[in-house]
């Protein structure tokens, strides 16, 4: 699977954007999706995570209630919408392909495939 994200960029506090990945190479649907961060000094560390079919998502602490993974199988794409950013959410953000089925597994990174980051940076 081939994954190529976009849509990061530069915003204020409390500001929005929006994520995608694009993937291409493999049956998109048969792939538990992911997103993970990276910020400058620290280790890449996991944001969500949707099943197959879109109808499980598990997300990291820091995001709950702000942050919403979502995928269209027929686009081959998952997007991460972004809401009430915070300086601490500037990372280089990842989007991830799995054939995990249990979804505990991706976010300690089980994970088959990687994209390329897209850079956010949100300023204060």
């Known amino acids: 699977v081939q994954l190529q994200a976009s849509g990061g960029g530069l915003v204020q506090a409390g500001g929005s954007l929006r994520l995608s990945c694009a993937a291409s190479g493999r049956t998109f649907s048969n792939y538990a999706m992911a997103w993970f961060r990276q910020a400058p000094g620290k280790d890449r560390e996991f944001v969500a995570v949707l099943n197959w079919s879109g109808g499980n998502t598990v997300y990291a602490e820091s995001v709950k209630g702000r942050f919403t993974i979502s995928r269209d199988n027929a686009e081959n794409t998952v997007y991460l919408q972004m809401n009430s950013l915070k300086p601490e959410d500037t990372a280089v953000y990842y989007c991830?392909?799995?054939?995990?089925?249990?979804?505990?597994?991706?976010?300690?990174?089980?994970?088959?495939?990687w994209g390329k980051g897209t850079q956010v940076t949100v300023s204060s």
């Open positions: 991830a392909a799995s054939s995990a089925r249990a979804l505990r597994i991706i976010q300690a990174g089980g994970v088959d495939y």
